[in-house]
């Protein structure tokens, strides 16, 4: 039986944050054993909000890297940077042309980010999705591994299959998203009404992958939760219940398991415990990612190598789309 293929991939804008390792990237490390997986580092995508060059350079290496020290082997996955297969561009304008602009209209981080960023509303920002739907459609992905915040663009995605398919036979897998029972949305740590964001600009609001264990300890410690002490987990009591998810993911422990732990105890002991265990976890992965950024040539090897195989399997659609649309080819 041949393998399944999967993709997905994040945007080199800001820090990964603990929120982007349990919504997404602990599962795509899980998957790259029984499925065919494609990891990108999404930059073209940052430039939907404006970036500084070698900011964004600086950041697109170090995603790559962390994708590695995560967990990601470059021998078992293709991990490649978005913009090395310019296929995902061409792909996108097709698929820009079978979009509604009522269906972009409705997208709802479209709208959160045009709140954010008011004065810079650009046509990428609002075709962002379409390029998104570019990149899982060009491989052909069957399965599709993001947090919740994803779910609408992978469902516009799959409105563009069911419709080119429709007009032209099969040209394109119909993906499904997955998405994880427990920690698809973790919130941020000072307003747990909002969802941890790795471009916030306040920084106490999440934990990032390479933060050191003094700032994790005094971030963690220092969450908003609400007055009360009992650790049970309630989905109405936002502050305790993302620190109890968080506590979960990491530990592997489920709610009933974690609530007799922290039995009698108060809401501190939760936060020390929880601190200490990202340490841990993050302590091997930030090793691992210190030495994988001091040797640049071993980085840039494994990105060519990445591009090189995601290439191959790009041209190929592309090559079968441009034939179904018509475009004429000698
Ligand atoms: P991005 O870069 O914002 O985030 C990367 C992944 O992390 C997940 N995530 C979270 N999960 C749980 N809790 C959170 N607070 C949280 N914040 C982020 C995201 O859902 C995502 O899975 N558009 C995508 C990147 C992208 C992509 C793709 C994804 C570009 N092309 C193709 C899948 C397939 C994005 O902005 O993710």
């Known amino acids: 039986m041949t393998k399944k293929t999967i993709l997905s991939a994040s945007v080199p804008t800001g820090v990964l944050t603990?929120?982007?390792?349990?919504?997404?990237?602990?599962?795509?490390?899980?998957?790259?054993?029984?499925y065919n997986c494609l990891y990108a580092v999404a930059d073209l995508h940052a430039w939907t909000v404006h970036q500084d060059p070698e900011m964004l350079r600086k950041r697109s290496l170090s995603f790559y890297a962390q994708y590695i020290a995560l967990g990601l082997d470059p021998e078992k996955n293709i991990l490649f940077m978005q913009s090395h297969v310019k296929e995902h561009a061409e792909l996108?304008?097709?698929?820009?042309?079978?979009?509604?602009?009522?269906?972009?209209?409705?997208?709802?981080?479209?709208?959160?980010?045009?709140?954010?960023?008011?004065?810079?509303?650009?046509?990428?920002?609002?075709?962002y999705p379409v390029l998104m739907a570019a990149d899982i459609l060009l491989y052909q992905a069957n399965l599709v591994p993001v947090?919740?915040?994803?779910?609408?663009?992978?469902?516009?995605?799959?409105?563009?299959?069911?419709?080119?398919?429709?007009?032209?036979?099969?040209?394109?897998?119909?993906?499904?998203?997955?998405?994880?029972?427990?920690g698809a949305r973790i919130m941020s740590l000072q307003d747990p009404e909002k969802k941890m964001s790795k471009s916030d600009e306040n920084e106490k609001n999440f934990?990032?992958?390479?933060?050191?264990?003094?700032?994790?300890?005094?971030?963690?410690?220092?969450?908003v939760t609400d007055s009360g002490s009992e650790i049970r987990y309630d989905e109405n009591n936002k502050g305790i219940a993302n620190l109890m998810t968080l506590y979960s993911a990491f530990s592997g422990k489920d709610m009933p398991t974690i609530e007799a732990e922290f039995d009698g105890k108060m809401y501190?002991?939760?936060?020390?415990?929880?601190?200490?265990?990202?340490?841990?976890?993050?302590?091997?992965?930030?090793e691992k990612y210190h030495d994988l950024i001091a040797n640049k040539d071993h980085l840039h090897e494994l990105m060519r190598s990445g591009a090189e195989k995601a290439r191959e399997r790009a041209t190929k659609t592309l090559a079968s789309v441009y034939d179904k649309v018509g475009f004429y080819r000698v």
């Open 18 to 34: 603990v929120g982007n390792y349990i919504g997404a990237i602990a599962n795509w490390s899980a998957m790259q054993e029984k």
């Open 92 to 127: 996108a304008w097709i698929l820009s042309c079978f979009t509604s602009t009522g269906a972009l209209n409705r997208m709802t981080q479209f709208k959160d980010k045009s709140q954010q960023h008011a004065k810079n509303i650009n046509a990428g920002l609002y075709t």
């Open 207 to 223: 934990v990032s992958i390479l933060d050191d264990p003094k700032k994790i300890m005094k971030k963690v410690k220092s969450a």
């Open 147 to 182: 947090g919740e915040d994803q779910k609408q663009h992978l469902e516009l995605t799959r409105d563009l299959v069911e419709n080119l398919n429709g007009k032209f036979g099969d040209v394109f897998t119909m993906p499904d998203p997955f998405i994880p029972k427990l």
């Open 268 to 286: 501190g002991h939760l936060k020390v415990a929880l601190g200490e265990l990202i340490c841990e976890t993050l302590a091997p992965v930030q």
